[in-house]
């Protein structure tokens, strides 16, 4: 007996996406992650059998037929061939997340619109003192990659688009990733090489900022204390291992520039590059570069 083909790579050549897509979605259920087929544009295959007739309180499955969205989705394999069958143009599929038994958490790392989100990622590492475990990542389309991670049964992880910082976007309970093999508009998904098998658990630290409360109106900080984010910046370019130390220059003076302290953190910046390795010069150009794509 052959052993099974790894996660989100089929065995034998599809006949076509739709084929395809089903097989991935059979091998994501067999190891516990709920599915439901995806249209070409990420979104639920099945229509709404109440579209037209919204139910109130709205209707999540209750009803037993199909259309319900991430509700409908199932690792009961009888099932998921169902709702294939029932949309014959879906090309993709859909794991649902915070479910049993993975309680899966997505962390979409977009690179789209001067985001960066894997460096972003990085740097609320730092600042909260939370390692980036080694875990299942699938490369999108776009170029951003999505992180997959296992939670505890509650507190629930609430789905957000860009709360933590610009270019990471949290899928948790009520949302769903695309899973790797799923064919879209813009290409297929696809697991990164050498990525691991099973989603590491989130870090506490991060699951802290996870699920915490939306943040509080912005109050002033006391006169003479430094402005933390600006500290934490300059930290994160100090602590630049070789290879990112400027893509973490730029990155950081982006976000100096956002927040109006472009001007001020300079010379701070150019002082924390230069501690890694990088000369004045080449700091103040990334700088530089920082400042006119944040003015233009």
């Known amino acids: 007996m052959r052993p099974a083909p790894p996660f989100g790579l089929p065995s034998s050549p599809p006949e076509d996406a739709h084929t395809a897509a089903l097989g991935h979605a059979l091998l994501a259920a067999a190891r516990g992650y709920p599915v439901m087929p995806l249209t070409r544009s990420k979104l639920p295959a099945i229509r709404s059998p109440h579209r037209g007739h919204p139910e109130v309180p709205p209707c999540r499955g209750e009803c037993g037929r199909l259309g ?121 998904y696809a697991l990164a090489p050498g990525s691991p098998q099973h989603p590491a658990p989130a870090p506490s630290a991060l699951l802290t900022l996870l699920t915490a409360p939306p943040p509080a109106a912005h109050r002033e900080p006391r006169a003479g204390a430094p402005p933390q984010p600006a500290a934490a910046l300059v930290r994160f370019v100090r602590a630049s291992p070789p290879g990112q130390r400027n893509a973490r220059l730029f990155w950081a003076a982006c976000r100096a520039y956002d927040s109006g302290l472009g001007q001020e953190l300079t010379a701070r910046l150019t002082e924390a590059a230069r501690h890694t390795g990088l000369s004045a010069q080449e700091a103040r150009a990334t700088i530089t570069s920082a400042a006119r794509r944040r003015q233009g």
């Not at 038994?101 to 460096?119: C, E, Q, R, V, W």
């Not at 389309?141 to 688009?161: A, E, Q």
């Open 68 to 188: 319900h969205g991430v509700h409908d989705a199932s690792t009961d394999p009888l099932t998921v061939r169902r709702m294939f069958a029932a949309a014959p143009w879906a090309i993709g599929y859909g794991l649902a997340c915070g479910l049993p038994p993975h309680h899966l958490i997505g962390i979409d790392l977009d690179t789209k619109n001067g985001a960066d989100g894997l460096t972003a990622l990085r740097f609320l590492a730092e600042q909260h003192g939370f390692p980036i475990p080694p875990t299942v990542t699938v490369l999108t389309p776009s170029g951003g990659r999505h992180l997959w991670l296992t939670g505890p049964p509650s507190p629930p992880v609430p789905n957000s688009v860009g709360r933590l910082a610009p270019g990471i976007d949290i899928r948790g309970a009520g949302g769903y990733l695309v899973g790797p093999g799923s064919l879209t508009a813009h290409g297929r």
